[in-house]
């Protein structure tokens, strides 16, 4: 696609269920981020992939927390036994990664309640 | 560890008026990147201004512009004829050779009519 796409754009979930965010980066983008956004904050790094291996695991706020990427493309990241402090925007971006360094192209985010 | 600090959690600017927000950064590296996005209240974050900081020359993009100070690790942001639009979250961010993009907490804009 043209740019980065997340789904969903916003889930509601029950505290204890498990959740799964998607993200489809821009078509030949090697490096892939997530980033949290709580309300009004900045953002909090996550995780970055190069392709499908995550150099840099060291966001993950806790083991309830996984992430993985398929084929150098889709991420999703996963959130096992959810809890009302995960509440937040998840946002994803892409870059052109190896040998580049420069602008990350960000999706809208996914915004996830939990209740 | 790169740590990107903006002072200021809220500013506020009339219409047309000119303003600066502030960005100071720690790092041991000597070839890195520095940014500036745009948050607006539609989520989306849109790149403002990018500097390379092997540059002297500080980015200029439209009413858009930086003044870097390499030595000092201070990297503001300089909006001139604000305008209405121009309202939203502006974070700073750092990069360098690993790709690993740190962001600022933010500062949120408002420009009044």
């Known amino acids: 696609g043209a740019g980065v796409s997340q789904s969903p754009s916003n889930k509601v979930t029950e505290k204890g269920k498990d959740v799964e965010l998607r993200c489809d980066p821009i078509?030949?983008?090697?490096?892939l981020y997530w980033y949290r956004q709580s309300l009004g904050q900045g953002l909090e790094f996550l995780i970055y992939f190069q392709g499908n291996s995550a150099p840099d695991k060291s966001g993950l706020p806790s083991d309830r927390f996984s992430a993985e990427r398929t084929g150098g493309s889709v991420s999703t990241l996963t959130i096992q036994r959810t809890q009302q402090e995960d509440s937040a925007v998840y946002l994803c971006?892409?870059?052109?990664?190896?040998?580049?360094?420069?602008?990350?192209?960000f999706g809208e985010g996914s915004r996830l309640t939990v209740l | 560890a790169q740590t990107v600090t903006q002072s200021q959690p809220e500013m506020s600017v009339q219409e047309a008026e000119t303003v600066t927000l502030s960005c100071t950064y720690d790092?041991?590296?000597?070839?890195?990147?520095l940014f500036w996005y745009k948050q607006p209240p539609s989520r989306q974050m849109i790149l403002v201004i990018r500097?390379?900081?092997?540059?002297?020359q500080n980015a200029t993009e439209n009413r858009f512009s930086v003044n870097f100070q390499k030595a000092a690790k201070s990297f503001s942001l300089k909006i001139s004829d604000s305008q209405l639009g121009d309202t939203a979250m502006y974070f700073c961010?750092?990069?360098?050779?690993?790709?690993?993009?740190?962001f600022g907490a933010g500062t949120r804009l408002t420009v009044k009519p």
């Open positions: 078509s030949g983008h090697t490096a």
């Open positions: 500097q390379e900081a092997y540059k002297q």
């Open positions: 790092t041991s590296e000597n070839n890195y990147y």
């Open positions: 961010a750092f990069i360098y050779n690993n790709n690993d993009m740190r």
């Open positions: 971006a892409s870059s052109l990664g190896t040998g580049w360094i420069g602008e990350l192209f």
